[in-house]
Structures are given as C-alpha cells and as structure tokens.
C-alpha cells in the first residue's frame, strides 16, 4: 500500500530538494527526488520539481516527461501544462499540436494575465510570432493588455517582419507608460531596423541628458544610427565608450570598424573588422594566416565570404599574393569560377567547398587589406580592370547585342532581399518603374543586366524597349563580357556595380543616403572603383538618386557622342 505523504512532510522534502537544486547539486537532487517518488508515486509536485530541474539543465526530454506525470496527476494545474508543452517544443515533438493546445490554453484563461504571460513566453521561445501577434490582439479586444504582454506583442510584431507595426507599439509604450523610458532601448533597437536613424538618434540623446544610465545601455545603437546619419566620427566616441565598459563584445567591436572604415581609417578598420559575425565567417577553414608570419613555399587557401560584391571588391588583393611565394589556391562561389580563371592564369581555383583540398594556410578575401598590409600598407589598391573576360566571350555578346547605333546603357534596378536586415535593406532596391525617368532619355540603347525576381517587371514594362540578353547569361563571366560591349552601366549598390567598377567601365551606382562604409560620406568618387560615379539619396527611397542620375544622363550622352564623332573623324584622316 502507497504511503500517502501529509501536506508538511511533502513541504518540508520539497524545501530542502529546491534549496538543493537552488545551489546547482543537480545530480544528488534528481537521485532524492526519484527516490522519493519511488515511494511516493503519487507525489505531483515532486514530478513537476523533477521537470523544473531537467528544464534548468536542458534535459527537455525527461523533462517533458516529468511534467507529463504531473499533469497526469493533477491535471487542472496549468501551469505545469504549460511548462510540459515548452519542453515539447523544446524537443521538437508534434510542435503543431502543442502551439495549438497553448493557444487552447491562452483563450481559456484569457483572464489571467499572468496565465497568459507564461504561455506567450513560452511560444516566443518556439518562435512563432504570428500565432502570439495574433493571440495578444485577440485578447485585447476582450481585456486590457499589460504592459509587458504589449511589450512581447512589439516585439513579436519586429519578429513577424511587420516592423513598422512593431516600431508603432514600442513607440507608443514609450510615450503613454509610466516607466516608458524602459522601452527606449526596444525601441531604438526597431527604428533602425525601419531605417528611422534620426528619430533614434533624438530618443537616444535625449536619454542621456534625462537617464544617462539608461542611455549607456543603447550605445551600440546610437553608434549605428551615426553611422547611418553619415556621422562615423561621432559614432567612433560611441562605440569607443560602450567597450570602455564592456571592451569584450564582438559585435560593437564590429561596428566600430564600420566607423573606422566608413572614415578612412582603415589600419585600425581592417583590424576590428576581424571581429565579424559568425554568419559572415567560413568556419571550416583551418590554420587563419593575417600575415603574421613568412609563407613562402607554403600552399595558401584563400577563400570567399560575404556577398558576391564584397568578393568581387577584394579579388583586387589577389595579385598581390605573388610576391609572398606561396602557392595560391582561391575557393570562390561557381558564379566567379570563370571570370575569376580568365583574370588570374597563374593559380588553382576551385568551387566553395575546399573540404578535400590540401593546403598549409588559409585567409579570407575579406581579410586580406590586413594581411597584405606589410607588404602594400593600408591604402586601397584602386588599380583597374582587375578583372577581365574571355576574348570569346566578349566576342559572343557582341554578336548576341544589336547592332550598335547609339550609346549602349546597362541597367540594374535591384539588388538581392535580404529580410534579415531589416525594412530599411529594401530601400537599396528600386523597381523598373521608378527608373523611367531614366530610360525615357533619347539616343540610348538600354540593356537589361537585371536577373532574379525583378527581371521578370520587363514583361509588364510598356515603355521604351530595353534588349535583355540575360538568358545567355550563365554566370560572372557572360556578365562581365556582357558589360565589355557597353558604354555605361547604371546600377543600384549591387555585385554588377562592383564588377563593372572592377572591369575599368563607367559605372554609376544609385545608393541610399545611409550607404555602406566602403562609399564613405559625401562623396561622389571612390577609390575602390576609379571609374565609378556615386549618386546618393536622401533619406528613404531611391528616388532622388535615380532623378540626379536622369538630370545628369544627357550630359554623359552628348560627351559620348562627340567623342564617337571625333573617333570617326581621325579613323576617316588615318585612311
């Protein structure tokens, strides 16, 4: 026969296991408790103890089961459920079902907030935004939401994509609260992910002059949205003061090489942009060289990371690799096997995975400015074309174009979405309708250089004919031979803007006020690229780029054209 525990003696076991597991003895408690319940099979709380414990260490499969023999055992205490489905999602196990049965339970017990809270946090740990954003809304309409519940309903919101919707809540949380100014942070966080850098700049500043605390904690912040602002000498004192205080945090690390390098500082920018996010790092490259030592006679690995652009930025570095006297081996995504084969003869190229490759060490193209810098310093090798097509290749778009009658333009209208960056990314990017007012300029032939989604807005484009060749387009290679036929290329901040910088071609890039820290601030030249012409926004959408650009097209055309007449003209005196 069971022995039936009284209400003290299961308090007074249950005190001492929780003071047990308070001071992180795990094993001994676990070991008391399945003894305990071993002789006390009917002892709920001691299960629910048992689960609280597998959960604080991770072990979401006894766990689960633990809370499940509570539940069992008392099966109206829903906090236990609630603590059972988390370790179900945990696990993976039927996570439809269990979100369902917490959605069951947050409409049951609408009326608790505190019930509530507890099921919302535990599917924001199952990463279900959409199912609390509407969950939280549903349960507004019937009760008053507290401010933490609107707090996850704002965050959820930035979770679910809907970032202006989000930055809305936050705001008004912000101004109705109380203790609003606790919101700041969660808010100066959103209105950079919209882009809003200046109204983050105002709620961080006036942080500082009322909640200087506060405001220490929303540095980072501040220093991005400066940088944004075109302000990277005052986002340095930013970021500068954040690590003064917690010098070990890689991502402010990180960004303070944005400012650096935004600035032209580039030996100290080269070296804290080592320091980026493991998404941007190749983690299976073995033996990092950073020209730290001598590798003559070596074989080095060189590697891509990042976007197709910043590859195609640093294959720059590639020649200055001879004089190391290593062995170069470069592993580059398939789309730059060719173009980057036709440009360096004398190394080994292979595919992006190296993983069967012999080599002694390797390096990052994006590291490179930093360890070549002993042999060519800090300054940015603006030497082009460095990158140069096939002859035939060449020669095969040339017959593929018309026959050439005027002044031949490339056009790119937008650039890859990438979500993760935020509502703000999207203002890199226009539409083929937003470059009308380009295309509608007389005595050019406009070429599409445009794939993706976006090539498809040609065929509900009624406007002046632009010839796409794109479908003979394989990869780099065509590309660049492609651009080698034309005489200027307009492009948003794209791959094609790079390489037609890197092939030595006019190119004018449309970028937005915000650019990346490669363009640097107010500048309508760059090293990088001597051939380009850089036409900045304003704030928000690319609109007023593309109208300078139209302003400044017939200018660009009228010189072409005189200058192909006085070609003519010598050709005629030469026979």
């Given at each position: 026969m069971t022995n039936i525990l009284t209400a003290k003696e299961i308090k007074k076991i249950g005190n001492k296991l929780k003071k047990a597991a308070e001071n992180n003895n795990y094993t001994k408690t676990i070991e008391e408790i399945k003894i305990n319940l071993r002789k006390h099979p009917d002892w709920a709380d001691g299960y629910a103890l048992l689960g609280d414990i597998y959960k604080n260490i991770t072990e979401y499969e006894d766990g689960y089961l633990a809370y499940s023999q509570a539940v069992e055992l008392e099966p109206t205490n829903i906090t236990w459920k609630i603590q059972k489905l988390f370790c179900k999602l945990e696990i993976g196990r039927e996570i439809n079902t269990a979100l369902n049965e917490l959605l069951i339970l947050f409409i049951q017990n609408a009326a608790n907030e505190d019930i509530c809270l507890k099921i919302a946090t535990v599917m924001v740990a199952a990463k279900s935004p959409k199912i609390i954003i509407a969950a939280i809304k549903w349960r507004a309409q019937n009760y008053h939401?507290?401010?933490?519940?609107?707090?996850?309903?704002?965050?959820?919101?930035?979770?679910?994509?809907?970032?202006?919707?989000?930055?809305?809540?936050?705001?008004?949380?912000?101004?109705?609260?109380?203790?609003?100014?606790?919101?700041?942070?969660?808010?100066?966080?959103?209105?950079?992910?919209?882009?809003?850098?200046?109204?983050?700049?105002?709620?961080?500043?006036?942080?500082?002059?009322?909640?200087?605390?506060?405001?220490?904690?929303?540095?980072?912040?501040?220093?991005?949205?400066?940088?944004?602002?075109?302000?990277?000498?005052?986002?340095?004192?930013?970021?500068?003061?954040?690590?003064?205080?917690?010098?070990?945090?890689?991502?402010?690390?990180?960004?303070?090489?944005?400012?650096?390098?935004?600035?032209?500082?580039?030996?100290?920018?080269?070296?804290?942009?080592?320091?980026?996010?493991?998404?941007?790092?190749?983690?299976?490259?073995?033996?990092?060289?950073?020209?730290?030592?001598?590798?003559?006679?070596?074989?080095?690995?060189?590697?891509?990371?990042?976007?197709?652009?910043?590859?195609?930025?640093?294959?720059?570095?590639?020649?200055?690799?001879?004089?190391?006297?290593?062995?170069?081996?470069?592993?580059?995504?398939?789309?730059?096997?060719?173009?980057?084969?036709?440009?360096?003869?004398?190394?080994?190229?292979?595919?992006?995975?190296?993983?069967?490759?012999?080599?002694?060490?390797?390096?990052?193209?994006?590291?490179?400015?930093?360890?070549?810098?002993?042999?060519?310093?800090?300054?940015?090798?603006?030497?082009?074309?460095?990158?140069?097509?096939?002859?035939?290749?060449?020669?095969?778009?040339?017959?593929?174009?018309?026959?050439?009658?005027?002044?031949?333009?490339?056009?790119?209208?937008?650039?890859?979405?990438?979500?993760?960056?935020?509502?703000?990314?999207?203002?890199?990017?226009?539409?083929?309708?937003?470059?009308?007012?380009?295309?509608?300029?007389?005595?050019?032939?406009?070429?599409?250089?445009?794939?993706?989604?976006?090539?498809?807005?040609?065929?509900?484009?009624?406007?002046?004919?632009?010839?796409?060749?794109?479908?003979?387009?394989?990869?780099?290679?065509?590309?660049?031979?492609?651009i080698f036929n034309l005489d200027l290329i307009i492009s948003v901040d794209t791959s094609v803007a790079h390489l037609a910088g890197a092939l030595g071609k006019p190119v004018w890039m449309i970028t937005r006020s915000d650019c990346c820290w490669r363009w640097l601030e107010d500048r309508e030249d760059t090293a990088w690229y001597p051939t380009m012409r850089i036409f900045r926004s304003q704030p928000g959408s690319l609109q007023h780029a593309i109208e300078l650009v139209a302003v400044s097209l017939p200018d660009f055309v009228n010189t072409w054209q005189q200058n192909s007449l006085s070609k003519g003209m010598s050709h005629e005196l030469r026979h």
């Open positions: 939401n507290s401010e933490i519940l609107t707090g996850i309903l704002a965050q959820q919101l930035l979770e679910a994509g809907l970032i202006s919707e989000g930055c809305e809540v936050y705001f008004q949380l912000f101004k109705s609260s109380r203790q609003g100014i606790v919101y700041a942070p969660s808010l100066s966080q959103a209105l950079i992910r919209i882009g809003a850098f200046q109204a983050c700049a105002d709620i961080i500043e006036a942080t500082q002059l009322q909640f200087p605390d506060i405001a220490l904690s929303m540095l980072n912040e501040y220093g991005i949205a400066l940088i944004a602002l075109n302000r990277s000498r005052e986002a340095q004192s930013a970021f500068r003061e954040y690590l003064r205080l917690r010098p070990d945090v890689r991502t402010v690390q990180y960004n303070l090489s944005h400012a650096l390098l935004k600035d032209g500082q580039y030996e100290e920018g080269w070296k804290l942009a080592e320091f980026a996010p493991a998404e941007f790092k190749q983690e299976d490259a073995k033996n990092p060289w950073k020209g730290d030592f001598p590798i003559k006679g070596k074989t080095l690995l060189i590697y891509g990371e990042q976007g197709l652009g910043d590859m195609l930025q640093f294959l720059r570095y590639i020649p200055y690799l001879k004089g190391l006297g290593a062995n170069i081996i470069l592993s580059i995504p398939e789309n730059l096997r060719r173009i980057s084969q036709s440009s360096f003869h004398t190394i080994k190229i292979i595919g992006e995975d190296f993983s069967n490759t012999d080599y002694d060490f390797s390096c990052s193209l994006l590291s490179l400015p930093l360890a070549l810098a002993p042999q060519i310093g800090y300054e940015i090798p603006s030497f082009t074309p460095y990158l140069t097509p096939s002859q035939n290749d060449i020669d095969k778009f040339a017959l593929i174009l018309k026959e050439k009658t005027k002044i031949r333009v490339g056009l790119v209208w937008s650039g890859e979405n990438r979500p993760r960056h935020g509502l703000n990314y999207r203002n890199r990017s226009a539409s083929l309708n937003m470059f009308s007012k380009i295309i509608n300029i007389e005595n050019i032939d406009f070429i599409n250089l445009q794939l993706g989604n976006p090539q498809k807005e040609l065929l509900e484009w009624h406007g002046k004919e632009i010839f796409d060749p794109m479908n003979n387009v394989a990869d780099m290679e065509d590309t660049a031979a492609l």
